[in-house]
Structures are given as C-alpha cells and as structure tokens.
C-alpha cells in the first residue's frame, strides 16, 4: 500500500450489505431525513457510517453514557450550535 493511498483507500467495507442498504434509504428520499445508529459498542458502527457517507455528512455526535436526559439534551445542542451557529437561536428548555 502506497502512502499516497487515503484511509478510505487502505480500509474497505466487507459484507454488511443489509446495513448498507439501510444507509442509502435516506438517501433516496426526497424529504429531509434523520438517521439514528444505534447498538453494542466496539461494533463498528461510526466507522461504518463515515466510510458509507464520506464528505455527505452534515451532522455528527456521540451521546453521553450515564448522563441524565437533561445532560444529553444540552450536549446535542451545545454540538448543534457550534455545528450551525446561524441556525439555533435559543437552547432548549428544561
């Protein structure tokens, strides 16, 4: 491997052909869609997601484990400001 080669270049997604699929229906929509990756840890959900959709993601974020509803809720939007600041005007109420 040559290191010209970029990460997508150096790891290929084998098998998941049904998860894969799943990821193309948003895709195809012609309304705006939400996509929400959930599951066991370690399994390589993030790696699957950023090698399907490349450069086509708009959002990202992580939840946090063991936090309250209020703590997630603030996380979200503290990462969604900071990804749009000219698109959320006020925070959610508690």
């Not at 974020?61 to 000219?86: D, K, M, Y």
């Given at each position: 491997?040559?290191?010209?080669?970029?990460?997508?270049?150096?790891?290929?997604?084998?098998?998941?052909?049904?998860?894969?699929?799943?990821?193309?229906?948003?895709?195809?929509?012609?309304?705006?869609?939400?996509?929400?990756?959930?599951?066991?840890?370690?399994?390589?959900?993030?790696?699957?997601?950023?090698?399907?959709?490349?450069?086509?993601?708009?959002?990202?974020?992580?939840?946090?484990?063991?936090?309250s509803t209020v703590r997630?809720?603030?996380?979200?939007?503290?990462?969604?400001?900071?990804?749009?600041?000219?698109?959320?005007?006020?925070?959610?109420?508690?």
């Amino acid at each position: 491997m040559s290191r010209s080669q970029t990460q997508s270049e150096k790891t290929r997604i084998v098998g998941r052909i049904e998860e894969r699929r799943s990821l193309d229906d948003p895709l195809e929509s012609p309304d705006a869609e939400l996509l929400a990756i959930y599951g066991r840890r370690r399994f390589g959900k993030t790696f699957l997601v950023r090698e399907h959709f490349g450069n086509r993601i708009a959002f990202e974020i992580a939840g946090l484990h063991g936090e309250s509803t209020v703590r997630q809720l603030a996380h979200f939007f503290s990462a969604l400001r900071n990804a749009f600041p000219e698109a959320i005007v006020t925070p959610p109420r508690s």
